[in-house]
């Protein structure tokens, strides 16, 4: 049998990148201190929403490991964690959540709108559902230009109620196409619990309606996403048709970074801090014979390390010109726009 450790230290990497991510960002929107210890000044950094995927690592870190540099993925609003796993720059995400020109969006798109095409990150999305049939559209180019690349998609628990979900499905279904449908299921559509206002047994059942094979998995133990997702993938890419893969997390934090979500009950969000995916996958490595709690502890202080160093550049970082507000825009010929 094949040691798990290596593999979990990569997954443990991935989502301690994530969590250090989140944790400067949310104190940059906030003003103060993060969690590392490194002052993001008394006044916000971060302008706007920023919605934050805190306690959800798992699920990006244990789907995106299977993913190569030419595979599309879409995301959500909530898509910081989708973004680094692909393998894009925190320095320039941390930027564009600034509003300073080298971001990945020039400053001008803010977290909900980071894309990286080099790495086949084909962008965040602050429409719900709306990454569904752009992903759909991916993945049938790719089938049309006979790559062997395919699309992951991910999505949360409230966007299978609205209307792109069920056409997504049903057009890979019929085409076959080369995507991976990915509900992060973390329990809350923004500030209303999913379970009351979501009819039947959810994503995986509504897949199968369709006929797409679904897996429920536990989304907070990243060795099980993992070994799923690689499954799914593997078919997939042996043109299988399209899977979907039902991820149970949590969303520790309120929907968005100033949102003390108040409206949750305290014992629910106890007993989900007690699951914490990356405490867990610790506690499993150590846990396996010949590991040591130094392989880990490197992997938190290069993850604060790099985001410091991030934040730093980011605060420092020049402006947009008043010029590029003129710049990716449509214009109609009129002249309008000066």
């Known amino acids: 049998m094949e040691d798990p450790a290596p593999a979990l230290a990569a997954l443990y990497r991935t989502m301690v990148r994530i969590r250090a991510f989140e944790n400067a960002a949310e104190a940059a929107s906030q003003g103060g201190v993060s969690a590392f210890g490194t002052t993001a000044g008394t006044a916000a950094k971060v302008r706007g929403p920023l919605h934050l995927s805190t306690g959800q690592e798992a699920v990006a870190a244990g789907v995106c490991a299977h993913l190569r540099r030419d595979d599309y993925l879409t995301s959500t609003h909530r898509g910081h964690g989708h ?32 894309a990286d095409f080099s790495v086949g990150m084909l962008g965040a999305n ?11 559209g991916a993945a049938h180019a790719q089938k049309l230009q006979g790559r062997e690349a395919i699309t992951a998609c991910f999505f949360g628990d409230g966007a299978i109620n609205r209307g792109p979900f069920l056409e997504a499905l049903n057009w890979a279904q019929v085409y076959r196409l080369p995507v991976l449908f990915v509900c992060e299921d973390n329990r809350w559509s923004a500030t209303t619990a999913s379970g009351p206002v979501t009819a039947g047994d959810g994503a995986a059942a509504r897949a199968g309606s369709v006929g797409i094979e679904a897996v429920q998995v536990d989304g907070n133990d990243v060795l099980a996403v993992h070994e799923e997702a690689g499954r799914l993938v593997r078919e997939v890419r042996g043109g299988d048709g399209p899977r979907l893969l039902h991820a149970l997390t949590y969303r520790i934090k309120g929907h968005v970074s100033v949102d003390p979500a108040a409206y949750r009950d305290p014992a629910e969000v106890q007993a989900a801090l007690e699951r914490d995916p990356i405490v867990s996958a610790r506690r499993r490595y150590l846990a396996l014979a010949g590991t040591h709690a130094a ?44």
Not at 127 to 136: N, T
Not at 319 to 336: F, K, N, S
Request: with cysteine; glycine share 12%; proline share 7%.
């Open 83 to 114: 973004t680094l796993a692909k393998g894009a720059d925190p320095l320039r995400m941390m930027c564009e959540l600034f509003g300073k020109a080298p971001g990945y969006n020039g400053g001008k798109g803010g977290s909900m709108h980071i």
């Open 126 to 136: 602050g429409v719900v559902a709306a990454g569904l049939p752009i992903a759909v």
């Open 295 to 338: 392989t880990l502890d490197a992997c938190d202080r290069e993850a604060a390390q790099e985001v410091a160093a991030a934040l730093a550049a980011a605060d420092a970082a020049p402006w947009p010109q008043p010029a590029a507000a003129y710049q990716d825009v449509q214009d109609t010929g009129a002249g309008q726009w000066r």
